[in-house]
């Protein structure tokens, strides 16, 4: 006989960890099974740790609703659990005429969607914030800032523990069986002992594996229209000697299936210049050190004085794109299909999904609980 519990979260990302505390609130017994050795360890450590406002997707979209709602979330709950954040505010910056067009497009569409404050700014006003900055135009937006990732995932981790809640390191779903009363989950740990337990709910919050799980669950192809394009960022830190920047957040217009090379600074105030967009076929997160010319390109295009030694390779990490180089939007995908109650796959869950994360953790919970 197996061990049941009310609900099992597939992934200790920043999302799984969400839909679990908003599922411990809820029901007895929640437990997040995790492969790594830790919490956070893939997507969710490998980011540009930026809460977004929710400027640039569609007006009825998952990623423009969760992006807000999950701002004033996460805000929300930094101030309530301690997670240091800093609300840096963002510019983004046009340094073309044709630039310039877009950006008003991107200003009024952010108004549209209810995207936060926002405020345009000719180049002379952005560059009293921003001395060395290059642009014609900026639209600046204050809701936008930095979170301590790590510290999120530890209080997250902290505080389902507390709603008494289960977090599992080493411990991986090997396969999902519909059975009597809901769900015969399979792991193997890291020893190679296996172990079976019945979940009355199960969320697949796999990241980047989401769509193999769903697959593991017996989902039918055809429910599972989707594909995996794996789309690597790589950072490359900024050092002491690179141009002053007051202002953390500077970022170009969107290209290439990214929100463009932009520069953060992080709670410490390291500087980092990434990610860039890069599709690829495996997982691999060693930064190429030859695609240093190319950044310092992008970045001087609003920050002339860069240069190529003033950038060091740092870290990448890889966004579960569903379309691929040849673009257009695709939406994260929350999906309980008919065929399996009591099931949630987290589908495709890329920027702003660390912004979203504890309101897409919300609406699972609503569906499951
Ligand atoms: C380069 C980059 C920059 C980004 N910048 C931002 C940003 O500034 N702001 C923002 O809002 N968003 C940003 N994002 C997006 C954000 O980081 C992600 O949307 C979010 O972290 C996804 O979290 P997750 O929990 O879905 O995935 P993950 O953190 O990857 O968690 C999934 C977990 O599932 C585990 N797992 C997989 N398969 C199994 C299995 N079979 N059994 C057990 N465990 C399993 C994995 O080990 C992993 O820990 C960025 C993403 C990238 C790649």
Redesign the pocket.
């Given at each position: 006989m197996s061990e049941t519990v009310d609900a099992v979260v597939?992934?200790?990302?920043?999302?799984?960890l969400a839909c679990a505390y908003e599922l411990a609130k809820r029901l007895d017994s929640v437990l997040v099974?995790?492969?790594?050795v830790g919490p956070?360890?893939?997507?969710?450590s490998?980011?540009?740790?930026?809460v977004?406002a929710g400027i640039y997707y569609p007006q009825d979209s998952l990623k423009t609703r969760l992006c807000i709602e999950g701002n004033r979330r996460l805000y929300a709950w930094c101030e309530a659990h301690d997670v240091p954040h800093k609300h840096t505010g963002k510019l983004i910056v046009a340094t073309s005429a044709e630039d310039e067009e877009r950006l008003r497009a991107i200003a009024r569409h952010a108004r549209d969607v209810g995207a936060g404050e926002l405020r345009l700014m000719t180049g002379a006003e952005a560059r009293e914030q921003e001395p060395e900055l290059r642009c014609e135009l900026a639209l600046h937006s204050p809701t936008s800032g930095v979170v301590d990732v790590h510290e999120l995932i530890a209080s997250l981790v902290h505080q389902i523990i507390e709603a008494n809640g289960m977090v599992v390191y080493h411990?991986?779903?090997d396969s999902i069986r519909k059975t009597e009363g809901g769900w015969l989950v399979q792991t193997t740990d890291s020893k190679g002992s296996e172990m079976e337990l019945l979940a009355r709910r199960v969320v697949n919050?796999?990241?980047?594996?989401a769509l193999d799980?769903a697959g593991k669950s017996g989902l039918a192809e055809a429910e599972r229209p989707w594909r995996l394009h794996p789309c690597k960022?790589s950072y490359f830190a900024l050092g002491s000697g690179a141009p002053k920047t007051r202002n953390s957040l500077i970022y170009p217009l969107p290209s290439g299936g990214g929100l463009g090379v932009h520069i953060t600074a992080d709670i410490t105030g390291a500087r980092r210049a990434g990610?860039d967009a890069e599709f690829v076929d495996t997982i691999d997160y060693s930064v190429d050190e030859s695609r240093v010319e190319r950044f310092a390109e992008a970045v001087a295009r609003y920050l002339p004085s860069i240069r190529p030694e003033h950038l060091t390779p740092d870290y990448s990490?890889?966004?579960p794109k569903l379309v691929g180089p040849e673009g257009g939007f695709a939406d994260f995908v929350i999906r309980s299909p008919e065929s399996q109650p009591g099931m949630v796959h987290?589908i495709g869950?890329?920027?702003?999904?660390?912004?979203?994360a504890l309101a897409i953790g919300a609406r699972v919970s609503d569906v499951l609980a």
């Amino acid at each position: 006989m197996s061990e049941t519990v009310d609900a099992v979260v597939i992934g200790a990302g920043v999302v799984g960890l969400a839909c679990a505390y908003e599922l411990a609130k809820r029901l007895d017994s929640v437990l997040v099974l995790e492969r790594e050795v830790g919490p956070g360890r893939e997507i969710s450590s490998r980011n540009s740790g930026v809460v977004h406002a929710g400027i640039y997707y569609p007006q009825d979209s998952l990623k423009t609703r969760l992006c807000i709602e999950g701002n004033r979330r996460l805000y929300a709950w930094c101030e309530a659990h301690d997670v240091p954040h800093k609300h840096t505010g963002k510019l983004i910056v046009a340094t073309s005429a044709e630039d310039e067009e877009r950006l008003r497009a991107i200003a009024r569409h952010a108004r549209d969607v209810g995207a936060g404050e926002l405020r345009l700014m000719t180049g002379a006003e952005a560059r009293e914030q921003e001395p060395e900055l290059r642009c014609e135009l900026a639209l600046h937006s204050p809701t936008s800032g930095v979170v301590d990732v790590h510290e999120l995932i530890a209080s997250l981790v902290h505080q389902i523990i507390e709603a008494n809640g289960m977090v599992v390191y080493h411990t991986g779903v090997d396969s999902i069986r519909k059975t009597e009363g809901g769900w015969l989950v399979q792991t193997t740990d890291s020893k190679g002992s296996e172990m079976e337990l019945l979940a009355r709910r199960v969320v697949n919050s796999a990241g980047l594996s989401a769509l193999d799980v769903a697959g593991k669950s017996g989902l039918a192809e055809a429910e599972r229209p989707w594909r995996l394009h794996p789309c690597k960022g790589s950072y490359f830190a900024l050092g002491s000697g690179a141009p002053k920047t007051r202002n953390s957040l500077i970022y170009p217009l969107p290209s290439g299936g990214g929100l463009g090379v932009h520069i953060t600074a992080d709670i410490t105030g390291a500087r980092r210049a990434g990610p860039d967009a890069e599709f690829v076929d495996t997982i691999d997160y060693s930064v190429d050190e030859s695609r240093v010319e190319r950044f310092a390109e992008a970045v001087a295009r609003y920050l002339p004085s860069i240069r190529p030694e003033h950038l060091t390779p740092d870290y990448s990490g890889i966004r579960p794109k569903l379309v691929g180089p040849e673009g257009g939007f695709a939406d994260f995908v929350i999906r309980s299909p008919e065929s399996q109650p009591g099931m949630v796959h987290l589908i495709g869950i890329e920027s702003p999904g660390l912004t979203a994360a504890l309101a897409i953790g919300a609406r699972v919970s609503d569906v499951l609980a």
